[in-house]
């Protein structure tokens, strides 16, 4: 019975240990600021090849939004997001483009005529990670 049990606790040990072995960080990021609370967040995680791993919706309380993804590996990641203040899915513009919805980009970068380059959102994740991010509004 005790050969049992020790082989238990080395499997759950080793399972704890490869976890760590692999990588898997968690990523919060902290959108702040935001003009309102009605509405969503919508924000889409991608890799350094811009492909997407992840879309998440985040809730807003007192004008803040907090999003937690977890089991990331280490490496580049990036991230773009927009208050979706009328709950139609979409960043709405005005008739020339703009936007008319609070957005936003990982590491805060800024576009001028345009988003930012995507090699400018880029950041590496190498251990659990928080991120502040006040949007253009």
Not at 15 to 35: C, D, E, V, W
Not at 117 to 128: G, I, T
């Amino acid at each position: 019975m005790s050969v049992l049990i020790l082989r238990i606790a080395l499997l759950i040990m080793f399972g704890f240990a490869s976890q760590n072995i692999m990588g898997q960080h968690i990523l919060t990021i902290k959108i702040m600021n935001l003009p309102e609370n009605k509405g969503k967040i919508m924000l889409e995680l991608m890799d350094s090849e811009r492909n997407t791993l992840e879309r998440v919706v985040g809730q807003i309380q007192n004008k803040r939004s907090t999003i937690t993804i977890d089991s990331l590996a280490k490496g580049q990641y990036a991230f773009r997001y927009f208050h979706d203040i009328d709950g139609d899915g979409e960043l709405n513009t005005n008739w020339v483009g703009m936007p008319t919805e609070p957005y936003g980009f990982s590491n805060n970068v800024v576009g001028s005529f345009g988003p930012p380059a995507f090699e400018r959102w880029l950041f590496d994740l190498r251990s659990n990670k928080e991120m502040i991010c006040k949007p253009e509004i």
